[in-house]
């Protein structure tokens, strides 16, 4: 929705070849509850790549405008908030246009960027950590003790993982597709890689955890695994489906899940009413702004990139490469 004839940048498609440019568009309004932020700097998302390509519909009410985060700095307060003053330094989950200078958030979304986090950092926090969270504990009920398989985890949302669910006391395994990336997952607290281009995953799973299999499964792939998960779960295991990159249709023996009492549970974050959103952001910051402050968990950077890079930094993430996020640097 435009507003008030401010012109503003944003990215926008061109053509079949789907290329971004960055266009005019107009300054949003500030609404009573709300922050209006410059944004500074955003980060890349899968949902990026499929909304510029048509196939992932905008929430009703939702920006048009690419990009699902932001950083940047409180530039004015809307009518009814207190507790945050101008200048702030904050990051926030949006429903779209991290890719614009501006947005205007509900001030419950809105996070503090701690002292030793640079803007650069903070743009990768809340779509990668919101993710991991909701779908570690809200969702999966992840407690200490318990053991964890984190697919992809180099990617943005499984670097998140790895480290709260260490930091909340679980045991990690994670999944990676080079030798390079799995001595990265190791560094990030991973107990057990697994390389799956060249490993057995149920095998090395069970093996790990003495035949005893992982009580909760983060999966962004789904039917390429749907086998092995079931053959790796722990009695009364649970199945957290974030995305279907490996496709969505599978064959299902549903004996074996009553059986071992096994929970199937889907998820996705974009589409949560706004008033869970702020309850997660809430819940998340609580948990995890200590575990920053003190350096214990840190988002993982793959590489920063200009406005102009745009293009170049959507075929990095196509190609699969990055390890951590890509940060987009707003003009």
């Known amino acids: 929705m435009k507003h008030d004839g401010y012109a503003e940048m944003i990215a926008c498609q061109v053509g079949e070849q789907q290329r971004l440019y960055w266009g005019v568009w107009n300054k949003p309004l500030l609404k009573p509850g709300e922050l209006l932020v410059r944004i500074y700097a955003t980060a890349l998302n899968r949902?990026?790549?499929l909304q510029k390509r048509?196939?992932?519909?905008?929430?009703?009410?939702?920006?048009?405008?690419l990009g699902l985060e932001m950083s940047g700095v409180v530039e004015a307060i809307g009518e009814g908030v207190s507790g945050w003053s101008i200048g702030e330094r904050v990051c926030a989950l949006l429903p779209g246009g991290g890719y614009a200078q501006y947005a205007a958030i509900p001030a419950d979304m809105a996070m503090r960027v701690p002292g030793n986090m640079t803007l650069e950092q903070a743009a990768a926090v809340p779509e990668a950590y919101?993710?991991?969270y909701l779908n570690l504990f809200q969702l999966g009920h992840l407690q200490a003790g318990e053991s964890v398989l984190i697919h992809a985890g180099a990617s943005g949302v499984g670097t998140a993982a790895i480290q709260i669910a260490r930091a909340a006391g679980a045991r990690v395994a994670a999944t990676a597709g080079s030798e390079e990336k799995c001595e990265v997952i190791r560094q990030l607290?991973?107990?057990?890689?697994?390389?799956?281009?060249?490993?057995?995953?149920?095998?090395?799973?069970?093996h790990w955890t003495a035949q005893k299999g992982v009580q909760l499964v983060l999966d962004p792939v789904l039917?390429?695994?749907?086998?092995?998960?079931?053959?790796?779960?722990?009695?009364?295991?649970?199945?957290?489906?974030?995305?279907?990159?490996?496709?969505?249709?599978?064959?299902?023996?549903?004996?074996?899940?009553?059986?071992?009492?096994?929970q199937i549970i889907g998820?996705?974050?974009?589409?949560?009413?706004?008033?869970?959103?702020?309850?997660?952001?809430?819940?998340?910051?609580?948990?995890?702004?200590?575990?920053?402050?003190?350096?214990?968990?840190?988002?993982?950077?793959?590489?920063?990139?200009?406005?102009?890079?745009?293009?170049?930094?959507?075929e990095r993430m196509e190609r699969n490469e990055n390890v951590g996020k890509l940060v987009l640097i707003v003009p």
């Open 47 to 49: 949902a990026d790549l």
């Open 189 to 206: 607290g991973a107990g057990l890689a697994v390389n799956y281009r060249k490993e057995p995953l149920a095998e090395s799973v069970l």
């Open 54 to 65: 048509g196939k992932y519909p905008v929430p009703e009410g939702a920006s048009p405008i």
């Open 267 to 314: 998820s996705t974050l974009r589409g949560l009413p706004l008033e869970r959103k702020a309850r997660l952001t809430a819940e998340f910051a609580a948990f995890a702004m200590p575990l920053f402050e003190a350096g214990q968990c840190m988002p993982v950077v793959d590489s920063v990139w200009q406005p102009d890079q745009i293009n170049e930094a959507h």
């Open 130 to 132: 919101l993710t991991a």
């Open 223 to 262: 039917a390429p695994y749907w086998k092995e998960h079931l053959r790796c779960m722990a009695m009364d295991g649970r199945l957290v489906l974030i995305g279907t990159l490996g496709g969505s249709k599978v064959e299902v023996d549903f004996m074996t899940v009553m059986l071992r009492r096994l």
